[in-house]
């Protein structure tokens, strides 16, 4: 079972490029998500997503961009990276209603 | 907007023994999930354990359980016979209406041999 795929798992960047958080899940989720990872601050939302076509932002979604033109694919753009957007990034996806989240392995995005 | 609150970001305690992590939210919801979730080295999120609010019985999983007080808004996780292999980051979280799961700080739990 695919589960949550995530890639890439490492990125490094410099400042101003850009990059494509890729995610897809295999479970027909209705819901999927990402999160940013930083020491002392647990996991905070940047976007999410309750369907085809539907998006809405979480409460870190400055500096990002998503899509959700199927119901497997939720990729997140970064336009002009940024050293504070250095973190680690999950996606995690589920049923709408069902509550359990699963979770992508993570990317490390480093941006110097 | 909901916030969960995790106020020990460290602990440790011996092989064998029984440990409780604390947890408290804020919500103006009726209907929702708590959750713990585990996160070792691997950086894999892990659900441990889950709870409905509306069900009043704790949640229990082999070794895991809840301690769920809906009006103090309270999920504490206790883990008993604590193994090495529970070493990790444990974190609470709250989902609602909305399905926005939000997570609270973490605790960095480690295990003595």
């Not at chain 1, 695919?2 to 890729?22: D, N, R």
């Not at chain 1, 295999?26 to 990872?37: A, C, G, L, P, T």
């Not at chain 1, 369907?51 to 199927?70: H, L, W």
């Not at chain 2, 309270?74 to 399905?99: H, P, V, W």
């Amino acid at each position: 079972n695919a589960g949550v795929t995530q890639t890439p798992k490492f990125q490094v960047l410099k400042t101003g490029q850009s990059m494509t958080l890729q995610c897809a899940q295999d479970m027909n989720h209705e819901y999927m998500s990402w999160y940013r990872q930083d020491p002392g601050m647990g996991l905070r939302l940047i976007h999410y997503s309750v369907g085809a076509g539907i998006t809405d932002q979480g409460e870190v979604p400055n500096g990002y961009n998503v899509s959700r033109s199927t119901t497997e694919d939720f990729p997140l753009r970064l336009l002009s990276a940024a050293p504070s957007q250095t973190s680690v990034y999950f996606c995690a996806s589920s049923r709408v209603g069902t509550g359990e989240l699963f979770f992508g392995e993570g990317s490390r995005l480093t941006v110097l | 907007a909901q916030t969960v609150t995790q106020s020990q970001p460290e602990m440790s305690v011996q092989e064998a023994e029984t440990v409780t992590l604390s947890c408290t939210y804020d919500t103006s919801e009726s209907n929702y999930y708590l959750f713990w979730y585990k996160q070792p080295p691997s950086r894999q999120m892990i659900l441990v354990i889950r709870q409905e609010a509306y069900k009043q019985q704790n949640a229990t999983e082999n070794r895991f359980s809840v301690n769920f007080q809906k009006a103090a808004k309270s999920f504490s996780l206790k883990i008993s016979d604590s193994q090495l292999g529970d070493t990790a980051m444990y974190f609470c979280a709250f989902r609602g209406g909305n399905e926005k799961l939000t997570f609270g700080t973490g605790t960095r739990l480690t295990i003595i041999p």
